[in-house]
Nanobody, 121 residues
């Protein structure tokens, strides 16, 4: 019913910025928390951050805090991940997911298929 779809990935040089978008091709994302996660080849999936269903609360993993910002615009059925001062270690496939507000992936039920972010040195 809720079908998240990510967009906005690409190749950027270190120090640059990208903005990812997450929309739903099915039921809207409103009244659902949205989390962002990433996975690099050969590594475990890790949380990036999350935003509550109302947009009133956000949380971030330590490695991105101060550089990444999550926001949402329910009128546009979109959640954003603004990434600034990108580093090569940010290279990964980025996923958005809808569910309960948490940095734990087990709290999310609806997942997108991911978008590639590559940061060159």
């Amino acid at each position: 019913q809720v079908q998240p779809v990510e967009s906005g990935g690409g190749l950027v040089q270190a120090g640059g910025s990208l903005r990812l978008s997450c929309t739903s091709s099915g039921r809207p994302l409103d009244r659902l928390a949205v989390g962002w996660f990433r996975q690099a080849p050969g590594k475990e999936r890790e949380s990036v951050g999350a935003i509550s269903w109302s947009g009133g609360d956000t949380d971030y993993t330590n490695s991105v805090r101060g550089r990444f910002t999550i926001s949402r615009d329910d009128a546009k059925n979109t959640v954003y991940l603004q990434m600034n001062n990108l580093k090569p270690e940010d290279t990964a496939v980025y996923f958005c997911a809808a569910g309960g507000f948490s940095l734990d992936s087990a709290h999310y039920y609806y997942w997108g298929q991911g978008t590639q972010v590559s940061v060159s040195s």
